[in-house]
């Protein structure tokens, strides 16, 4: 489902009552894409941004495998002092960090096909962060963190080169940790 920046009925999640954290990529080609979408979710000067090559791929990648530390240490900074309830993964297409760290075979042709093959593999990596995040808040709670403060949403998009984004996950799937 695409969704639409300023209709409500369009977004199909609540909107953020609270902070958000946005994780997204470098790609310097969607900076203002995203900042639209943002404002577009009444997000504007709400949210953290934190940047890594290839989005959730980035955060989850082995080569680097310190991403993954630096991305949750902030994740539990941006909870402590910015109140954040829910995280945003903004993966996008014709992404350069996929074939960077996977391999030519991850650049996709503009075919339907390869279209398809494109948001499944961008699906595949946010799901996986998304289960790490969800992993990560319940073991905060359990030992011994706020409920309320470490009850947080995670939310999939995959924005293409104009801009438009679609959610990558239907809400209320299930976590698969
Ligand atoms: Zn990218």
Redesign the pocket.
């Given at each position: 489902m695409e969704i639409h920046r300023r209709l409500p009925e369009r977004r199909p999640y609540p909107a953020p009552r609270k902070n958000v954290l946005l994780l997204s990529?470098?790609?310097l080609r969607l900076i203002d894409d995203i900042c639209g979408f943002m404002d577009g979710d009444n997000l504007e000067n709400r949210y953290d941004q934190l940047v890594f090559?290839?989005?959730s791929l980035g955060v989850m990648q082995p080569r680097h495998a310190a991403w993954r530390d630096v991305f949750f240490q902030h994740l539990d900074i941006a909870v402590q002092l910015h109140d954040i309830r829910d995280v945003y993964i903004m993966e996008?297409r014709n992404?350069?960090?996929y074939a960077h760290f996977l391999g030519p075979e991850f650049e996709y042709p503009d075919t339907a096909e390869g279209e398809l093959a494109e948001e499944e593999e961008h699906r595949k990596h946010a799901k996986s962060l998304r289960d790490a995040i969800m992993a990560h808040c319940a073991d905060r709670r359990d030992s011994g963190g706020d409920p309320e403060l470490w009850d947080i949403h995670v939310r999939c998009f995959l924005m293409d080169l104009r801009g438009s984004v679609r959610m990558l996950i239907t809400e209320g799937e299930n976590y698969d940790f």
């Open positions: 990529c470098m790609d090559a290839g989005a996008h992404c350069g960090a």
